[in-house]
Nanobody, 129 residues
């Protein structure tokens, strides 16, 4: 019954902005860890931003640092990814993920390993003129 559903993707011009949303059902999204990942055509899955309840840490990949912001609204059981100054290389399917297991690790751990237990179906972002 645990489910994550991404939304907010679409077509945007270079330099534009999008906000992705990930709505959780079946569990409280005040989770031990949440993260956003992406996979572009012909490329490996990349962890781009994660939050861990371990010391309240947040991590961003170098490729998005300064442009993307991760946040969560516990009242709405939703996590967001605000994306600014978008580039064609940001084109990918974006996935959210969450983990509520007992062992908690740093934010960088989750983004490096993709070791989160629940994943959404993805939303497509296309950055093109």
């Amino acid at each position: 019954q645990v489910q994550l559903v991404e939304s907010g993707g679409g077509l945007v011009q270079p330099g534009g902005s999008l906000r992705l949303s990930c709505a959780a059902s079946g569990f409280n999204f005040a989770s031990n860890a949440i993260g956003w990942f992406r996979q572009a055509q012909g490329r490996e899955r990349e962890g781009i931003s994660c939050i861990s309840n371990l010391a309240g840490s947040t991590w961003y990949a170098d490729s998005v640092k300064g442009r993307f912001t991760i946040s969560r609204d516990n009242a709405k059981n939703t996590v967001y990814l605000e994306m600014n100054s978008l580039k064609p290389d940001d084109t990918a399917v974006y996935y959210c993920a969450a983990d509520q297991r007992k062992m908690v690790y740093s934010a960088s751990y989750y983004c490096r390993t993709a070791n989160l237990e629940v994943w959404g179906q993805g939303t497509t972002v296309t950055v093109s003129s």
